[in-house]
């Protein structure tokens, strides 16, 4: 890697406005082609991975061995952090993302080719948990770059909310993607899905990268790294500068995160697998309604972000929490009933708590670091929450509901889940519209 082109020089107001139109529109969109990659893996292993790869096991069991693989990839984040924070901060936010973009590319793409069971036995498993790892690796650097990337442009203080909301934006864009690849393959290949429909969406990842590649090389590196260049006051070991300067806000971000991520991926992959074998609904129902909650992602995420800059970063993240740790209860009452219909409206609605905390969370997070180690920072913090909630969600969710045959357990999980996040959030300073002066200060 090489440090990014960078030039002192500020730019003239409409050329800056250009810069940062952008920057956030590469920023989503790349992240949108990462989070496809990634959801891709969380939607397919519900459905065919326990199948596939331990076909001898029993379906629940099976099932807790593929999450188990899922997991890694959650466990590989931090790992990504460290890595891509490092040269995010030594060598520039452009660099770095072209480089996870190419990461979790290519090892998405070579998930379509990996022989199953039957044809190598248990080696199939071992090269998807390998491949999982590098997904978790190459997601793990993605974040606080897109973030920051769309952040650092921002002219005003009163905004961050709001523009740092976008890249958010490319989870839902990635889930949209993920659902409706594996619905239309789903429908095409139909008996064939196992055989060879599910590997298609993999495939067509190496597309997808090309695309976020091409928009990606045309930005330029963001004004606040620029300026922290020039200056001279790049660290030279800005991990363990952020560790050391740091580590309230790192573990208070990743315990933020509990009620955000933990039950998103109980919402989004453990719901296949429930879905399929306790409400005995069709593969193609849970993809289509799954479909329709990312959907109306798309507007809640940018506005619960704009709202953040309006009531404060802390106040709204607070009752996204709240809102979340009543909705699990809601959540499966509504897909207990076993109608169709309330089925779909509690998966349409399942995401909007979550984007109440995941709208205004980018701004909340990326704010509690200093520029020269806020890649660093904001990676870490970020990341480190797969380790504890978005990794083990689907697993611990499978584990409750095979050991007390309720649904009951998983909502008193997401709860606790809850009561974690407002505590960590109401320790954390909150920084909406103040200006982060010295060397946080925003062009």
Known sequence: MTMSHVNPTPLPSL????????????????????WYDFFLYSTVTGLVFAKLFFPHSDPWVGTLEAFAIYAVGFAARPVGAAIFGHYGDRIGRKSTLIATLLLMGLATFAVALVPTYQSIGIWGAVILTILRFIQGVGVGGEWGGSVLMSMEWARSDKTRGLIASWPQFGVPCGLFLANLAVLAFSQMSGDQFLAWGW????????????????????????????????????????????????????????????????PFYIFTAFIFSYGIGSLKVSRDFLLTAVLAASVLSFVSIPVFGHLSDQIGR??????????TGVFGFIYFGMLNTASEPIIFLAIFLSLVPHDMQYGPQAALIAESFTGRLRYSGASLGYQLASVIAGGPAPLIATWLYKTYQSATAVALYIAACAVITLIATALMTDYTGKDISGEYKMQ
């Open 199 to 262: 590997r298609i969406p993999f495939a067509l990842s190496l597309i997808l990268v090309g695309v976020g590649l091409y928009i990606r090389l045309g930005i330029l590196e963001t004004p606040v790294f620029t300026r922290l260049v020039a200056e001279q006051k790049i660290e030279r070991a800005p991990m363990l500068a952020v560790l050391i300067e740091h580590p309230k806000e790192i573990l208070l971000s990743a315990f933020a995160r509990m009620s955000e991520q933990a």
């Open 15 to 34: 050329e800056h406005q250009i810069q940062l139109r952008r920057a956030v529109i590469a920023s989503t969109i790349g992240t949108a082609i990462e």
């Open 314 to 323: 802390k106040t709204m993240y607070m009752i996204g929490a709240a809102v």
